[in-house]
């Protein structure tokens, strides 16, 4: 019996094509758009557009590249907004907001705690990672608060010291 026709745009081919190309496009976003955290938002944006027309979409002789076209666009939007606004703020006299931290720095951060003694490894660990108080964290310490907080500020000394920042 001959295999039945191919039709056009079938939900199981978008499912192929997504699970291919949304690692492509997150690392592509990013790329351009100079921003990690906004990267699968982008990614994702492009791939609906992708879904919503996918039956002209998936009769391209490279449906890829009409998404990775749709990603630069919405990326390059992206950036030149996150630009505007730090420009707006600069303006008003106001400083934009600190980017968060990229993969590398948050890296740099974890070795750094990771050379502390245990107690202020713990310490700093429980508060700034879990937002505990400092009592809780003498609480799981089995410490007085006033050795909690001392494990914390030469915990906060000692990174300043690894990471060569001011106290």
């Keep these: 019996m001959p295999a039945p026709p191919r039709t056009k745009g079938t939900v ?3 499912e192929e094509f997504y699970r291919r190309e949304f690692p492509r496009m997150v690392t592509l976003a990013g790329a351009v758009s100079g921003s990690r955290i906004a ?4 990614a994702q944006d492009a791939l609906l557009q992708a879904r919503q027309n996918w039956d002209t979409v998936s009769g391209y002789e490279k449906p890829g590249a009409w998404l990775r076209r749709v990603t630069v ?6 950036l ?15 400083t934009p907001p600190p980017l968060p931290p990229g993969p590398e720095e948050v890296e740099t951060v974890l070795a750094a705690i990771r050379q502390l003694p ?21 609480e799981i310490l089995g410490c007085a608060e006033g050795t909690a907080k001392a494990h914390l500020f030469k915990a906060r000394a000692r990174l300043a010291r690894l990471l060569g920042e001011e106290s």
Excluded: H, M, P, W
């Excluded at 990267?39 to 982008?42: L, R």
């Excluded at 490894?121 to 400092?134: C, G, I, K, M, P």
């Design 39 to 42: 990267a699968e938002d982008i």
């Design 80 to 94: 030149r907004r996150a630009r505007a606004e730090a420009a707006a703020l600069l303006r008003l006299g106001n």
């Design 118 to 138: 245990r107690q202020q490894r713990a310490a700093v660990v429980l508060t700034y990672l879990e937002d505990r108080s400092v009592k809780e964290v003498a």
């Design 12 to 14: 199981l081919e978008f």
């Design 73 to 78: 666009q919405l990326a390059s939007k992206r």
